[in-house]
């Protein structure tokens, strides 16, 4: 029997200065500064039974046959930080604004505890600055750069002991793994945001883009060490990565009479993180080349001959004895549709969005064919091997001579193989398990592609004549509906948000009603 017990406490106090002040009539100016204290706590309690219960099913830790085993932590961390901004406009078509920050953090160590990061924008309304063709509703620029650092766990820079087995009934230590160093800096993310808005045709359409980039560098990671210094690992700063990416955004209402309104928002974005450095100079860590995409799929795949064909070998393919690249588990792109009619006092809105590209593992899938619930086992083949027949063949090539070598992403650097049809009978069972049973993720690899309809809603806003005699100043209903219908290729399940390649719960779709009363 084991009791746990876990609080935490987080106390933040704020003081802050405001002023504004409007000077030379077109500017005005607004001015921040405060400071800030934050305490994070964390206290833990676990104790538990030894040698089982004194009591059969009384479940007390005062039933504990032999001497009960305890242990108790207490983590805290104290910041201290102080802020300033600075906003200048000018006659609301021109807007600076700077901010700065200093935070001062007990879990890293002199001089490293202290840390200043600042950041800066800026906006600009051309269309109130120039003169443009009645068409062009607004022309609008923006732009920001900002620095960001955070701090890292409690202790990340103390090495301390841990609670270790008792000896002859006396409590130990144990020395950690991995040794602390003081010399830590924070994590910091240099970001750069650039973007432009354009609205047309008394801004009945309008385009929106953005392009961002974070750099992160001075990331905490753990480098292995010789186990001959007493360790297994330490901490530096070290590894850069870069994510980047676009965002355009299309608006606009097609149709605009007094009884008649549709109104539609598309959007398009596509994010990339590739790493750029790592720390000891490594030039691949985990298939992953410094200027190449983090977000790599790695698992065992099968033998192929140059024209696509698995390989065999008595009848049974035969996976690559390591593990390789196999596409990137994020998307291409991503989309996002959605559009909305009214007509007088009647609503419809529905919302399309997809991810297209990117490759996943169906384990679910997998899991099928191995407790022959899979559809596609329902065949003459299981009946004869049941009655130990060999009459499955899978088809392929059969490697007859030469060899093949591969890198560690699993690219071919050298081929001399020679093949010949795969012609060998099988028994269907003993192949199902070879093949989906055997830990070799290529046999149930996916695009990750998909396409839903996310929301439709139905509404109705009861006009003033009906109401206006009940204590209500509006009242309107709704019929909506989520996650209605799917497009993809995967097959017994959904890949949204299925991220941990195992096995997938099913999706929600669910229809509700709305009231709303106003009063």
Do not use: C
Not at 80 to 108: C, E, F, I, Q
Not at 149 to 171: E, Q
Not at 239 to 265: A, C, H, M, Q
Not at 347 to 362: C, H, K, P, Q, T
């Amino acid at each position: 029997y084991s009791l746990n017990k876990n609080n935490t406490l987080r106390v933040v106090t704020d003081a802050l200065l405001t002023y504004t002040k409007t000077f030379l009539e077109d500017f005005a100016l607004t001015a921040n500064g405060g400071g800030s204290v934050r305490l994070d706590q964390a206290n833990g309690l676990a104790s538990n039974t030894v040698g089982g219960l004194a009591v059969p099913e009384w479940y007390n830790l005062a039933n504990s046959r032999d001497p009960l085993k305890s242990s108790n932590s207490l983590t805290e961390k104290l910041v201290y930080s102080t802020y300033g901004s600075v906003d200048l406009s000018y006659k609301r078509m021109a807007t600076l604004s700077v901010t700065g920050r200093n935070d001062w953090s007990s879990a890293l160590a002199a001089p490293y505890n202290t840390y200043f990061y600042p950041s800066a924008s800026l906006s600009l309304i051309a269309s109130e600055m120039v003169k443009l063709p009645e068409v062009i509703s607004l022309v609008k620029f923006r732009g920001a750069l900002a620095v960001a650092k955070t701090d890292v766990s409690p202790y990340s820079t103390l090495t301390n002991y841990s609670v270790g087995s008792r000896w002859a009934g006396n409590p130990s230590l144990s020395a950690p793994g991995t040794v602390l160093l003081p010399g830590l800096k924070p994590n910091k993310n240099n970001s750069q945001e650039y973007g432009a808005e354009v609205r047309v045709l008394k801004n009945r359409l309008g385009v929106d883009f953005t392009y961002f980039n974070y750099d992160l560098v001075d990331n905490v990671v753990s480098v292995p060490l010789s186990i001959a210094s007493g360790f297994t690992s330490t901490q530096t700063n070290g590894d850069k990565y870069r994510r980047r990416g676009i965002e355009v955004v299309l608006s606009g209402d097609p149709i605009k009479t007094g009884d008649f309104n549709w109104n539609i928002i598309a959007n398009y974005s596509r994010l990339r993180r590739t790493v750029e450095e790592y720390s000891n100079g490594d030039l691949i860590r985990g298939g992953v080349k410094p200027g190449e995409r983090t977000d790599v799929f790695r698992g065992y795949d099968w033998q192929k001959s140059p024209d696509g064909e698995i390989v065999h070998a008595s009848g049974i393919p035969q996976y690559i004895n390591q593990v390789v690249n196999m596409g990137f588990t994020g998307p291409d792109w991503e989309l996002g549709i959605t559009n909305s009619f009214r007509y007088k006092d009647f609503g419809l809105s529905f919302a399309v969005d997809g991810r297209i590209g990117g490759v996943m593992f169906n384990g679910l899938e997998a899991k099928m064919y191995e407790g022959g619930m899979h559809r596609a086992t329902a065949n003459t083949f299981r009946d004869d091997s049941y009655l130990g027949k060999k009459t499955y063949n899978d088809g392929g090539v059969t490697q007859t001579g030469g060899s093949v070598t591969y890198d560690l992403q699993g690219n071919i650097t050298s081929d001399t193989r020679t093949f010949a049809p795969n012609t060998t009978l099988v028994n269907y069972v003993d192949w199902v398990f070879a093949t989906y049973a055997n830990g070799v993720q290529g046999a149930n690899m996916y695009d990750r592609t998909f396409v839903k309809l996310r929301e439709i809603v139905f509404s109705y806003q009861m006009p003033n004549s009906i109401i206006k005699r009940t204590p209500f100043k509006g009242v309107s209903v709704s019929v909506v509906g989520r996650n209605l219908a799917l497009w993809s290729k995967v097959p017994f399940m959904d890949p949204d948000g299925y991220s941990d390649f195992s096995l997938a719960e099913p999706t929600t779709r669910n229809i509700g009603f709305n009231l709303n009363l106003k009063f």
